[in-house]
């Protein structure tokens, strides 16, 4: 049975975690990381793109495409909560977008949807609007 005390101390350094997330995260950030609405991959696919980023991340991004619109996306990725913002707030931006919608979609427009990212997180918008491109990019269909 665990005692009062760790239970206390785990609580405590948890408010302590999420004071820290509020103080640098703006809330749209800290909702699309914690509870990702997208996060997975898709079974059957149009267009994937994958990339490895410059600090050691990879992004996967799924897209459904039907008629020129992306129906469905989904992504994966082994990055910090600033990675999952932006893959998952990326997803939820295309859905419902025509290909070449999508394609004009750049780093910059992705941190305005998340209410910006600290510098150090800005990386993070990068690697998933690279993602998206690749996957369009690789499907001769949609370029």
């Not at 049975?1 to 004071?19: A, P, R, S, T």
């Not at 490895?52 to 619109?69: A, E, F, P, Q």
């Not at 993602?131 to 269909?141: E, R, S």
Request: net charge negative; charged share 25%; aromatic share 4%.
């Amino acid at each position: 049975m665990v005692g009062d005390d760790f239970l206390n101390m785990v609580k405590d350094l948890q408010k302590k975690i999420e004071h820290e997330e509020e103080a640098t995260y703006s809330k749209t950030v800290i909702n699309e990381y914690r509870n990702p609405t997208n996060f997975g991959v898709l079974e059957q696919t149009d267009a994937v793109g994958e990339v490895k980023g410059s600090c050691g991340d990879t992004m996967k991004i799924s897209l459904l495409i039907r008629d020129d619109v992306i129906k469905d996306a989904r992504f994966w990725t082994d990055g910090c909560g600033a990675s999952i913002a932006c893959g998952n707030m990326l997803t939820k931006i295309i859905i419902g977008k025509t290909v070449r919608e999508a394609k004009r979609i750049t780093s910059l427009q992705l941190l305005e949807a998340l209410g910006g990212l600290p510098v150090e997180n800005q990386h993070c918008s990068v690697l998933a609007v690279n993602t998206l491109h690749k996957g369009l990019d690789i499907n001769k269909n949609f370029i």
